[in-house]
């Protein structure tokens, strides 16, 4: 059993920057891949980003790559989303998400949910 809180949320202007957090509880950790979701009303959640166990594999969905930045700290229990150059698309709720073995990019695959942390980005 994994539990997930993030953190790092709140309120931002266009062009700034956010990292947001996750914290796990858990001794096998490491065994764990996590990603990042977002959420807007109205709207699918959809892929932000995801780490492997290890911290050596990382994947971004494509249109965020160049501007979001996943890692995470075992030894903290700790994944975090850098986010940069934010812009109002970005505003939604964030969700960190984890499930045994290897990443995907399905939500539907994630067995563990955070309840979120909101990101606004004002013009």
């Known amino acids: 059993q994994v539990q997930l809180v993030e953190s790092g949320g709140g309120g931002v202007q266009a062009g700034g920057s956010l990292r947001l957090s996750c914290a796990a509880s858990g001794r096998t950790f490491s065994s764990y891949a996590v990603a990042w979701f977002r959420q807007t009303p109205g709207k699918e959640r959809e892929f932000v980003a995801a780490?492997?166990?290890?911290?050596?594999?990382?994947y971004y969905a494509d249109s965020l790559k160049v501007r979001f930045s996943i890692s995470r700290d075992n030894a903290k229990n700790m994944v975090y989303l850098q986010m940069n150059s934010l812009t109002p698309e970005d505003a939604a709720v964030y969700y960190c998400?984890?499930?045994?073995?290897?990443?995907?990019?399905?939500?539907?695959?994630?067995?563990?949910w955070g309840q979120g942390t909101l990101v606004t980005v004002s013009s």
């Open positions: 998400a984890s499930r045994r073995t290897y990443t995907t990019r399905n939500q539907e695959d994630y067995d563990y």
């Open positions: 780490v492997s166990g290890s911290g050596s594999s990382k």
